[in-house]
């Protein structure tokens, strides 16, 4: 390093400022430690494009808040090349839909299974993701005192009176269970989705955590528009001596005096490690990378649920302000814990386009990797996508598809918008291959630094730390265990895993 070259020092440096990130770095700071967050991204919290839903499409028209990926052609999706978007830009990837969803209470013991830890079980995680929210309904008789409300993100349930019947109704007819809300006692059926955008509004952990806490606490230090391109590890004591970032003006290193936090996602967490040596010998080798701390699964097990629309033209009356959703088995009676679709309905005001989006709840197996093509930080890791590897997958979309035609063509439905469907359309077509052509990313990508017991099976322990090296720790929604998929949409959950992180943090060093 040249004489020029910026070094500092923290208690805690966070890499990555993005929803998980965010939430970290922030609450260390509250709980009294030195932090550093080194952020890719620039500050855009004041940017309407990032504050308002309304403004939310001229995002994706901006390639300057967007990490510049290009996944491998998918071979099951007839060789297309599908889009994946991770934002660049404080808070990350939590600028979304604002669908905030709690995982099943079910699902909470595949964590539990995978690391023996019972601090994962849902009792417990509840208090984590009433830590995350401030919670209000637009109804005033709805009971939420799971829900908290002294929370940094503003969460809001909108209540609409006239579609909640007709939901109540369509439910009823269909033979599926109605929840008040996902998040209570009955965690599965029809229900309408709470969003983290209030009156147009959006609340993400950039702005509401972090942007906020800068000004109060003065050991929060935070580093814009910096990469981090590598984890100095000693191979020998495995201990990260230096964090080393490059900005506009260079190359820099950081030193975290207790912890090193990787919060980059679910693609540039395991690029990471693995451009540090720490990763799967083969791969590495490959790639010409020195290995300095082999853990084979890093970069594995890459999940997303994947998306498929049936678009319908619509006349009559609208969906409201409410956010509807279903969370069912299209197969059997739907229970607490067999749920294999998740849908929402969406509907444009301006062209009266209904959107009936499809998620596969449990994809049979991992959908993909993420690799290196190069041993150059600054190319994007290599990502392989194999979305459909199991016909038991297709076979989900094509029985959603079916589902939501069913749903859309209830007596409740029927009174109260008539609607046309536009695609797949009214002609009979091979509904599979309608599937293999349109199926785009869910984002909803978690899974490639798994946490397990052991370094054969998994990246981290239930501490979040990486296997066998001291001072390094993985907090973001790359943690998700191996094989799992989140039902729904996982920011919520990220953002109670990053509270439960900084939790464990704090307890260790005080
Ligand atoms: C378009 C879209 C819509 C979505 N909609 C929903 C939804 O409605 N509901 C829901 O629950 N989920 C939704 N999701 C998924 C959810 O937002 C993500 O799962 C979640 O935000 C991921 O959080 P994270 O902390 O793991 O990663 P991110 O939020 O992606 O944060 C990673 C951060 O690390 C930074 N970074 C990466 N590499 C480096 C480096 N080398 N040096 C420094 N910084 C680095 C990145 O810039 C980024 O800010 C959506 C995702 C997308 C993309």
């Known amino acids: 390093m040249t004489s020029e070259t910026l070094e500092i020092a923290a208690d805690f440096v966070v890499v990555g400022g993005g929803s998980a990130g965010c939430v970290v770095a922030t609450r260390l700071a509250e709980y009294g430690f030195e932090t550093i967050l080194i952020s890719s991204g620039s500050n855009d919290t004041e940017n309407p494009i990032m504050k308002l839903k309304s403004s939310y499409s001229q995002l994706y028209k901006s390639p300057q808040f967007k990490h510049y990926l290009v996944p491998e052609p998918s071979p099951n999706l007839n060789n297309r090349t599908i889009n994946v978007t991770v934002w660049n830009t404080l808070g990350g990837s939590s600028v979304n839909d604002g669908g905030m969803e709690r995982m099943m209470a079910n699902d909470w ?41 002294s929370g940094p993100i503003k969460v809001t349930k909108t209540h609409d009176t006239a579609f909640n019947k007709v939901w109540k109704n369509v439910a009823k007819e269909i033979g599926e269970v109605f929840s008040d809300d996902l998040a209570g006692s009955i965690d599965y059926g029809f229900s309408f989705e709470a ?13 509401a955590y972090l942007i906020s806490a800068v000004a109060r606490y003065s050991n929060l230090k935070v580093i814009l ?11 020998e004591t495995k201990r990260i001596n230096q964090v080393i970032f490059v900005s506009s003006d260079g190359l820099h290193s950081a030193v975290a005096r207790k912890e090193y936090i990787l919060s980059a996602g679910a693609f540039y967490s395991p690029h990471l490690l693995m ?91 991992t959908i993909g990797s993420v690799s290196l093509y190069n041993s150059n930080p ?21 029985d959603g598809i079916h589902y939501v035609r ?36 869910s984002n909803h990508f978690i899974g490639t630094c798994s946490m397990g017991e052991s370094a054969q099976n998994s990246v981290v322990n ?40 900084a939790h464990l943090l704090h307890e260790e060093y005080s």
């Open 462 to 501: 239930s501490r979040f730390k990486v296997h066998g090296i001291s001072n390094l720790r993985v907090v973001d929604g790359s943690v998700f265990p191996a094989g799992f998929a989140s039902k729904t949409g996982p920011l919520q959950t990220i953002y109670s895993l990053a509270e439960k992180a």
């Open 109 to 149: 013991n595949a964590f539990v299974q995978a690391t023996s830890d019972e601090s994962f079980n849902h009792q417990h995680m509840a208090k984590y993701y009433k830590m995350s929210e401030s919670f209000t309904s637009t109804d005033p008789s709805f009971a939420s005192e799971i829900h908290g409300h």
């Open 378 to 398: 600054l190319v994007p890791p290599k990502i392989n996508l194999n979305y459909l590897e199991s016909e038991d997958d297709i076979k989900t979309f094509v």
């Open 225 to 235: 528009d910096a990469t981090v391109i590598k984890f100095d590890l000693n191979a």
């Open 275 to 365: 451009l540090s040596g720490i990763g799967d010998s083969h791969v590495l080798k490959q790639n010409k990378i020195a290995v300095r701390h082999e853990l084979k699964q890093v970069g594995k097990n890459l999940m997303d649920n994947g998306a498929v629309v049936v678009k319908y033209l619509t006349t009559g009356s609208d969906t409201g302000l409410s956010a509807p959703v279903a969370l069912v088995n299209t197969r059997l009676p739907t229970t607490n814990y067999n749920p294999n679709l998740f849908f929402l309905l969406h509907r444009n005001d301006k062209t009266k386009h209904l959107y009936a989006v499809i998620f596969n709840a449990s994809p049979s197996s």
């Open 406 to 441: 069913k749903v859309m063509s209830t007596n409740a439905m029927n009174e109260h918008m008539q609607a046309t469907e536009i695609s797949p359309g009214t002609e009979e077509i091979d509904l599979s291959m309608y599937v293999r052509n349109t199926l785009t990313a």
């Open 195 to 207: 969003s983290s955008l209030t009156n147009d509004v959006r609340s993400w952990s950039g702005d």
